[in-house]
């Protein structure tokens, strides 16, 4: 999973989710509102598509010259993998890079693994 925005709203959302918030919409009807709401939309559609979140019902409008979140209502609400995230999002998302990519150079049975070297010395 490669996370394309904030973490931190990733995980409001899933929480807001588990704490019993099924809809999501802007606070008013301002063009403001409106776009700030954006963020918060396509992360619970991320949410989803990720598997983290059960079944939602987006919901769209051409407004302002371009089509843009009104509501988004969360039908199923958190899956397995979304309980999981909240309970530990740093390490479910460092490990997943691990999986990807593995440096370990090995000769003759003797190797280095290069990942953890540099997070010892450089940190995350």
């Known amino acids: ?7 931190s709203l990733l995980t409001d959302v899933l929480a807001a989710v588990r ?8 606070e008013d009807g301002s063009e403001t509102s409106l776009r700030e709401f954006q963020f ?7 949410a989803s598509e990720e598997k983290l979140l059960g079944r939602i019902a987006p919901h769209q409008n051409a407004l302002y010259g371009e089509w843009l979140y009104d509501t988004v209502v969360v039908v199923d609400g ?47």
Do not use: C, H
């Open 78 to 124: 958190l899956t397995y993998q979304g309980e999981g995230f909240l309970s530990k999002p740093e390490e479910r998302t460092e490990r997943q890079l691990e999986d990807i990519l593995e440096l370990k150079p090995n000769v003759m049975g003797l190797g280095i693994n290069l990942n953890a070297l540099w997070r010892k010395y450089f940190g995350k």
């Open 40 to 46: 918060v939309a396509r992360a619970v559609v991320y």
């Open 19 to 26: 704490a019993g918030r099924l809809v999501f919409a802007p």
């Open 1 to 7: 999973m490669a996370l394309a925005f904030n973490r």
